[in-house]
């Protein structure tokens, strides 16, 4: 098998990089046409094992230029079906890294590889070596894929007559991606990965969430269950709704039980607030509730400095995290930002008051218009006082949230201030687990009373004491 | 206000106050209370963790290869043990192997934390029990500690504690080396694993309190690069050499220096860890480190022997016992720094700064002991200055001229005596006989290879001064030998290790390798450059620390690069990270810690077992102590066995006279439980050991990626781990590992390349049977591929256990 390759094939070369002075062509890239597609045919359609070149081959090549390069691979088997085309083709670009002497970056139009002077010496001549390779490679890693034909294209004529449909077909896929949603579908996926070092660990993924580490999304879930259903990704059935809006299903509550070895039972998907997603241990973004405000709170692991609760990233990232369901806390990915139902049953964006400023640029176009300026960042704020007033001046939508215990207050205005609002949702304080200095301080009533000297009244006094030394009295 | 009477001030009433109390000291003894949190075994005493030894031991067998067979402890004997004879007192030869190994681990240990309580003290002393515990953005800021004590220490003070109880433990352990105490073998073998455990809190706590104090890099994958190599010394300028492990000292001097503005006038460098961590100093926002590394261990006698230090300062730890007889002999003054090593010099702590440096400008002392280090930190420096013309006018010649070195090479009469007795047996008398003719390139070899331990001079009948030759006759290359060490970064922090976790799971990260110990090497520092190298191409994160970080700086590439410019120094596969000193090899099982309370919420607080069990079935890490002789390296080896961690030595390691290896052709020995329901469940074995010795590099290679292979590894683990064990195998060795069908589940833990190639081997070679149409393996396997399953050796983690 390998051994018929004039390259080594080795994950070890994954990240081989090939410069200039070592390299022997470049295909495609920044300055020249190119691009890879996979897609699904039917049985009769391809040929297995087949190759065609359309152009001059890199025997034909001359060292130091550059070339345009496509590459198309058509794939048939009984299970092979259109949405799975982009899952097997981000596989091109990793198992092309796999050949020692290939380096292959970007993807679909943006492709950019190389070939390394070292991989004509040891005897590569020719890219039907290289496409045999890949289609080998295609048929060990996804076994659904019972036949694979491929065609590369290193003339720039043919590859620019085309581009243009090539191009509709990325725009098309992109545009399935964007519109299924978790409605859309009958099946989740869930992903045990994880478990090898957070064993209760549970990942659900849906067509609108992503899973947590952001390597896996409902289209390789789909993949990776079709190679083989008893694996680390397998199929979950959604059953039937219990609520769309927070997205709990009977089906992922059913695996919840299961994998969680009846640790929790239920799970909804989009909420932070009850029966939260699970958090494993790598997700980039943590987000906490903070009482002061009734909102959340989003901090990522490059942030270094503190959040307005005066908290950093790791020290929240500590509450939660081991594949525990944590109320008050929720680990995320980047890529959740992105979801239409990001968060919708606790109010979805309405309800974020806070992210570093990174952060926000990051996710920037993911924010709705009408809130972008309304959510804080460490510019904006230092503590959750000015985050107040912040959301304020900005008229949050947060403040809506507000009215009802500003009424209370009115009402009762001989009682002090409450600072600490009661979260809406329904878990009780004991449920939270939070840091100790995070917890809602009550009025404090200094003892004694006593006689003679003075009276003091504080009122909206913070106080910070580093420690305090009690000495006995001789 | 001011007539306001003075009396008792009441507080009526608080309206909207928030008050947060740090800390409360005084009248309430805080006390560490078992919280319904906290583990089962805070503190542990010696026998706490016993069943965990011994279920340990009872898959990892020691097995003993005595140097010496007799035990000379008491005057009952000297007693021979051989043939199964017991001891006078009746102690037998396993006994007393094992002892051996305790009395090693112990003195290891207290080496660190003796060097622990010295810089606590000193640093609280100077900045408050109050200070802050201050390493990077953690929030498990001290893992080791809190695990095996289950104190969480925030500031100085709370390190107090911690280090009480490691002193009190290494009492009780070194209590049961006297005669008539512990007989049996498996015991003195626990306790020399909590020996081991106790080390790694030890060396916690100083650089724990080192980095917090002394602005050393907290977690910083930026730390600066500092340069090393005795080329890299500039011998005109007077200088100031450091030795040992304890940079207190050095850290004044520096201040002085730079409070002085005689900084760029005086050449500071340093040998061993105290030259690491000199480069740590006041890195902590980057910039150029404060002074230059010389090197390890092995070129302590070289750079006394090249006569261009001015000054020595010796702290404590590697530093060579002969240092102040080397160094007279060619009047460079001596100043000791320590309790550990004074050298029978006179204490002149309490003396005028002007006296002390006419006493010994004058050669009327040959050096001093200084144990107030405000005092050294002015002393040093200003007698350096001095000392430089006064030895330049006296023409100190250290090294022979040209022709002295012919001289002494024709006096050679091969008589091997040298050879002999080097411990990496150097062609000497080659490089004599070629050398006679002028030719120095086999000197150059034995210098490169040379750990410069002065027994071929003590060895030689005709008297040649053998390493001044060796030295004399590779001055050219010794120019050469300039190289960057990346100055150490401290802990891995918390949000590092979130970043890599999903590689991690992934398997693209394979795993982590820890390249530690000594600097007896038998190839000099390029058997650890090709270990690092290929490991790190292969994208295991590298780890090192100590003496091979130094000697990891040592060695270049073809583009004249060492590993720490090609490669970068975040927590991530493919990247090479010096944690720091000796003391900082605590932060390698504190990663290895962090995993846990990270990625399963492990209650690790004051719990140890539990902790190990999880590192043991789950991290995939091997340690490589290559050129290890220390006993530190000893103690820290079996503090990483404690935590199920497997550590490699090199061929010098078999001198342990112990190791710890299980067999893998025992089915029994391979089973762990399914804590999900308590079920008993075949695993791989791997790791294969938790000690071994092994002899060459190549043999090492493969071992390296078997021992990464864990029971909880997913199939793309798996997958990935099992490709470079067959690729490294074939690569060294020439061969397809033997075992490799052993440690494959399913048809989704073969090499995606080879696939199909392998499953016609299962069939054929193992019987195994495969459905060809879907290339699914359909039954042949031991173990079972299922990543919800929950390894663990503890009982009574188990679902309805408890």
Same mark, same amino acid.
């Given at each position: ?474 | ?286 910039? %150029? ?5 010389? +090197?390890? @261990? *092995?070129?302590? &006698?070289?750079?006394?022997? $090249?006569? !261009? ?60 002991? %200084? ?5 050294? +930190?002015? @002393? *040093?420096?200003? &007698?350096?200055?001095?000392? $430089?013309? !006064? ?412």
């Amino acid at each position: 098998m390998a051994e018929e390759f004039p390259f080594e094939i080795s994950p070890m070369f994954e990240g081989e990089r090939i410069r200039k002075d070592g390299m022997f062509v470049e295909l495609a890239g920044p300055k020249a046409v190119g691009f890879e597609l996979v897609s699904a045919t039917d049985m009769d359609e391809v040929e297995d094992g087949k190759f065609t070149l359309i152009g001059p081959d890199i025997s034909e090549m001359e060292e130091g230029a550059r070339y345009p390069f496509a590459m198309t691979y058509k794939i048939a088997g009984e299970l092979v079906e259109a949405d799975l085309e982009s899952i097997v083709e981000r596989r091109n670009h990793e198992f092309q890294n796999y050949i020692q002497g290939m380096m292959h970056l970007n993807q679909r139009d943006d492709i950019w590889v190389r070939i390394g002077k070292d991989a004509i010496e040891k005897g590569l001549t020719s890219f039907e070596q290289v496409a045999k390779a890949i289609m080998m490679l295609f048929k060990n890693e996804l076994p659904f894929i019972e036949k694979v034909e491929a065609v590369y294209y290193t003339d720039e004529a043919e590859i620019n007559k085309e581009i243009e449909s090539i191009r509709d077909i990325y725009t098309g896929r992109d545009e399935r991606t964007r519109n299924l949603h978790d409605e859309d579908v009958d099946t989740f996926y869930g992903c045990s990965l994880c478990a090898s070092f957070a064993p209760t660990s549970v990942c659900v993924i849906t067509p609108d969430r992503i899973a947590l580490c952001g390597a896996i999304n409902w289209f390789d879930g789909r993949a990776a269950a079709k190679v083989d259903p008893e694996g680390p990704q397998f199929a979950i059935p959604k059953g039937d709704v219990i609520d769309a809006e927070s997205g709990e299903y009977t089906g992922v509550n059913e695996v919840a039980e299961k994998l969680s070895s009846g640790e929790y039972d239920r799970i909804r998907l989009h909420s932070f607030l009850e029966y939260p997603h699970t958090s494993c241990g790598c997700f980039e973004v943590v987000g906490y509730y903070i009482p002061e405000v009734d909102g959340i709170g989003w901090v990522d692991r490059d942030f270094t400095g503190t959040a307005p609760n005066g908290l950093q990233f790791s020290t929240m990232a500590g509450q939660t995290g081991g594949g525990k369901q944590v109320v008050g806390f929720l680990g995320i990915g980047v890529q959740y930002f992105r979801s239409p139902k990001f968060i919708q049953a606790d109010g979805g964006w309405d309800r974020v008051v806070w992210m570093p400023k990174m952060l926000k640029d990051k996710v920037s176009e993911d924010i709705p218009d009408y809130i972008r300026d309304k959510i804080a960042t460490e510019e904006d704020v230092t503590d959750v006082e000015s985050l107040r007033n912040f959301l304020k001046d900005k008229d949050h939508p947060i403040l809506e949230r507000w009215e009802e215990e500003e009424e209370v207050e009115k009402e009762a205005s001989a009682a002090p201030q409450a600072e600490f609002t009661a979260p809406q949702a329904g878990f009780t304080a004991s449920q939270m687990q939070m840091p100790t200095n995070f917890a809602p301080s009550a009025p404090m009533v200094g003892g004694g009373g006593g006689n003679g000297g003075v009276k003091v009244i504080l009122k909206n006094a913070k106080m910070s004491v580093d420690r305090i030394i009690i000495k006995k009295l001789d | 206000m001011s007539n306001v009477p003075k009396g008792q001030i009441s507080i009526e009433e608080l309206e909207n106050v928030h008050i947060t109390i740090g800390k409360i000291v005084g009248a309430i003894e805080e006390k560490y209370e078992k919280t319904e949190a906290g583990g089962m075994t805070p503190k542990p005493g010696v026998s706490a963790l016993r069943d965990w030894d011994h279920s340990l031991l009872s898959r990892y067998q020691p097995v003993y290869t005595p140097m010496c067979d007799q035990c000379c402890y008491c005057t009952f004997g000297k007693c021979d043990l051989t043939g199964n004879k017991e001891g006078a007192c009746g102690i037998n030869m396993e006994g007393h192997q094992a002892r051996e190994f305790l009395l090693r681990v112990i003195t290891g240990a207290a080496a660190h934390s003796g060097h622990g309580r010295h810089i606590l003290h000193y640093l609280t002393d100077k900045y408050g029990k109050d200070h802050p515990i201050d390493v990077g953005p953690s929030n498990l800021l001290a893992p080791n500690i809190q695990t095996v004590t289950g104190i969480e220490p925030k500031t100085l003070g709370d390190l107090e504690p911690a280090i009480e109880y490691v002193e009190e433990q290494l009492t009780q352990l070194l209590a049961t080396v006297h005669m008539g105490q512990e007989g049996a073998a498996i015991d003195f073998e626990s306790k020399a694993l909590h020996g081991g455990m106790l080390d790694h809190v030890g060396m916690e706590i100083s650089d724990l309190a080192q980095i917090s104090c002394l602005g050393m890099p907290k977690s910083d994958p930026e730390a600066p690069l500092a340069e090393i190599g005795m080329g890299c010394i500039d011998a005109t300028k007077p200088m100031l050499l450091a030795i040992g492990h304890n940079v207190a000292g050095v850290a004044n001097i520096i201040d002085y220096m730079e409070e002085k503005g005689i900084a760029d006038q005086v050449e500071l460098g340093g040998l061993c860890c105290t030259a690491i961590d000199m480069t740590r100093y006041q890195m902590d926002q980057g910039g %150029v480190p404060h002074a230059k590394v010389v +090197g390890t @261990l *092995a070129k302590e &006698l070289k750079m006394i022997r $090249s006569g !261009i230090p001015d000054v020595i300062v010796v702290d404590e730890q590697c530093v060579r016992a002969d240092v102040l007889q080397e160094a007279s002999r060619l009047s460079i003054p001596v100043i000791t720094t320590n309790d550990k090593i004074m050298y029978g010099l006179p204490n002149r702590s309490n003396d005028n700064v002007d006296d002390i440096i006419e006493d010994l400008t004058s050669g009327k002392e040959k050096g001093a002991l %200084v144990l107030d280090l405000d005092l050294l +930190g002015e @002393l *040093a420096p200003r &007698l350096t200055l001095e000392m $430089s013309p !006064i030895r330049k006018e006296k023409g100190i010649k250290a090294l022979p001229n040209e022709e002295e070195l012919k001289v002494l090479i024709d006096k050679c009469v091969q008589c091997n005596a040298c050879e002999l007795v080097c411990p990496n047996n150097l062609p000497i008398m080659k490089a004599m006989e070629i050398g006679a003719d002028g030719d120095f390139t086999k000197f150059e070899f034995v210098h490169d290879q040379c750990a410069g331990c002065g027994r071929c001079d003590q060895a030689c009948p005709k008297e040649i001064p053998v390493l001044d030759v060796i030295e004399k006759a590779s001055q050219k290359a010794i120019m050469e030998e300039k190289g960057h060490i990346r100055s150490g970064r401290g802990q891995i922090s918390d949000p590092d290790i979130r970043a890599e976790g999903v590689n991690l799971v992934m398997g693209t990260t394979p795993g982590i390798i820890a390249l530690v110990g000594c600097s007896n090497y038998p190839d000099g520092t390029k058997d650890l450059y090709k270990m690092a190298d290929e490991m790190l191409r292969r994208n295991y994160i590298v780890l090192t620390s100590g003496c091979s970080a130094m000697d990891l700086g040592m060695y270049k590439d073809e583009n004249g690069e060492t590993l720490y410019e090609k490669y970068p120094s975040k927590f991530l596969g493919g990247n090479l990270i010096n944690v720091g000193s000796c003391v900082s090899n605590s932060h390698i099982t504190g990663t290895a810690i962090k995993v846990a309370a990270i990625f399963a919420q492990r209650n690790i607080t004051g719990n140890f077992e539990e902790t190990a069990d999880y590192i043991m079935n789950r991290i995939g890490a091997v340690g490589v102590a290559w050129g290890a002789y220390s006993q530190k390296a000893a103690s820290i080896g079996t503090g990483c066995n404690r935590y199920g961690i497997p550590v490699v030595v090199g061929p010098h390691g078999s001198k342990y006279r112990r190791a710890l290896i299980g067999k893998p052709y025992v089915e029994e020995d391979w089973k762990v439980f399914d804590a999900r329901n308590g079920e008993e469940m075949p695993i791989s074995a791997s790791p294969e050991f938790l000690l071994t010795t092994v002899e060459t590099v190549e043999e090492l290679m493969p071992m390296l990626a078997k021992n990464c292979i864990r029971p909880s590894d997913n199939n793309m683990g798996r997958m990935i781990k099992l490709t470079h064990y067959m690729e490294l195998s074939q690569k060294y060795l020439g061969h397809m590992p033997e075992d490799w069908y052993k440690f494959v589940r399913s048809e989704t833990d073969l090499p995606l390349a080879k696939r199909e190639e392998l499953l016609k081997i299962l069939e054929k070679d193992q019987g195994w049977e495969i459905d060809w149409k879907r290339k699914k393996i359909l039954s042949g396997p031991t173990t079972k591929l299922d990543v919800t399953a929950q390894p663990t050796n503890l009982k009574r983690l188990c679902k309805g256990e408890c």
